[in-house]
């Protein structure tokens, strides 16, 4: 066994794609994946935030910021997912009204 460390993910098959990634802290954002290195450190290019609600700090809201060029600092980064081929859906758990 080598003493090189490899990531669990492969991201090889995201790069210069767009990808989704959430933060701790709640942050999320999403861009297009321009690289990446062992410790999940991640390269994103035309970055956008998207931007928490006040009331709320858990949910986003469909405000963006722009942020450019931006470095994910990998001990941040709780998940990466490709933004083509998803789509939003209801929560299933909600229990609807009066029952």
Do not use: W
């Not at 701790?24 to 928490?52: I, P």
């Not at 001990?75 to 859906?89: C, F, N, Q, R, Y």
Request: aromatic share 4%.
């Amino acid at each position: 066994m080598s003493g090189r460390k490899e990531t669990v993910l492969d991201l090889a098959k995201f790069v210069d794609k767009g990808v989704q990634v959430k933060l701790t802290g709640g942050r999320q954002v999403s861009g297009t994946l321009k690289g990446y290195d062992q410790l999940l450190n991640l390269v994103l290019d035309e970055a956008m935030e998207f931007l928490r609600d006040v009331d709320d700090p858990l949910k986003t809201t469909d405000q963006c910021r722009r942020l450019g060029l931006i470095v994910c600092r990998g001990t941040a980064v709780m998940l990466v997912s490709p933004t083509d081929g998803t789509e939003e859906i209801d929560n299933p758990f909600i229990q609807p009204d009066g029952a």
